[in-house]
């Protein structure tokens, strides 16, 4: 029988399998996708029938999630900051951590002054959308070297109203003027060549070239950092995202780059998430 509530068990029992799941909530919003109803009409109307067409649907999307794909892009779209984001496969599925960049922006950043501030390997433009959306005094540059990626960037800020977000197609910061940023910020590729993590859950689906460099992880933050005094005006900051067990090497990074006031700040499991540093000027 293909009733709401028979599909919906059925699913959530297979959904159970996969580690730090929500596996009723994946089925209704699976079956969401494949029907088009809301969840409101899922839980009011469990003896209503699926059609084969919903049905077919449904066991695709369920299949696809039973063997990995994110959530994130089978829906298309990610919860970050205030708002929903469009992202594909071309993009990293922003994540909470990523908020704690924004927030540390946020708070060590002047808000009344006109800031200009580049978003380094924006994906899908979650970090800029975020600054943009709480600063629109700010001129807020989102920087990918991937052009699908900037495409979807380029979407979530039309859809949210952001089109003072200028986009520009760089690799880190090639295509800035020396001396005219106030604030570099970045979630780089920082994950281990050999991190086993690569070949497991979500991180099997999403584009290979944002989440590692290769080697030990840090060679983008070496390149971001060793640039940053260049690019940066005196008194700028640069905010970079890295991994739990990289804040020791990510300081000595940015101490060898000539960066001062250097610290890092913890995510809310108390792990290094944030390494932020200060260029005082020549």
């Avoid at 959530?12 to 919003?29: D, F, W």
């Avoid at 899922?42 to 959530?71: I, Y």
């Avoid at 704690?100 to 060590?108: D, K, N, P, S």
């Avoid at 106030?182 to 991180?203: E, K």
Wanted: net charge negative; aromatic share 6%.
């Amino acid at each position: 029988m293909n009733r709401i509530d028979h599909v919906l068990c059925r699913a959530a029992a297979a959904l159970a399998q996969i580690p730090e799941t929500s596996p009723r909530l994946e089925a209704e919003l699976l079956l969401n996708l494949a029907t088009g109803w809301p969840r409101t009409t899922l839980l009011a109307w469990p003896e209503r029938e699926l059609d084969p067409t919903q049905a077919a649907t449904f066991e695709a999307l369920l299949a696809r999630r039973l063997d990995g794909e994110p959530m994130a892009y089978l829906r298309g779209q990610q919860a970050f900051w205030t708002f929903e984001l469009r992202v594909t496969p071309d993009t990293l599925i922003p994540r909470p951590e990523t908020e704690l960049l924004v927030e540390t922006a946020l708070a060590r950043l002047d808000a009344d002054a006109p800031l200009r501030v580049a978003d380094l390997g924006t994906g899908s433009g979650a970090i800029a959308a975020a600054l943009a959306s709480e600063r629109p005094g700010w001129q807020v540059i989102a920087t990918d070297r991937s052009a699908p990626a900037l495409t979807v960037a380029r979407a979530n800020f039309r859809a949210l109203d952001l089109g003072r977000i200028f986009v520009l197609q760089s690799d880190w910061l090639a295509a800035f003027a020396p001396g005219s940023l106030d604030a570099i910020l970045a979630n780089p590729p920082y994950i281990a060549g050999d991190d086993p993590h690569l070949s497991r859950g979500d991180l099997r689906f999403e584009p290979r070239p944002a989440l590692t460099p290769g080697g030990d992880g840090l060679a983008a933050i070496r390149i971001i950092a060793a640039d940053a005094r260049r690019y940066l005006r005196p008194g700028g900051w640069l905010m970079v995202e890295h991994g739990y067990d990289q804040g020791a090497a990510v300081r000595a990074i940015c101490r060898d780059a000539g960066l001062q006031r250097i610290e890092t700040r913890q995510d809310l499991a108390g792990q290094d998430r944030i390494t932020l540093s200060h260029h005082a000027g020549p």
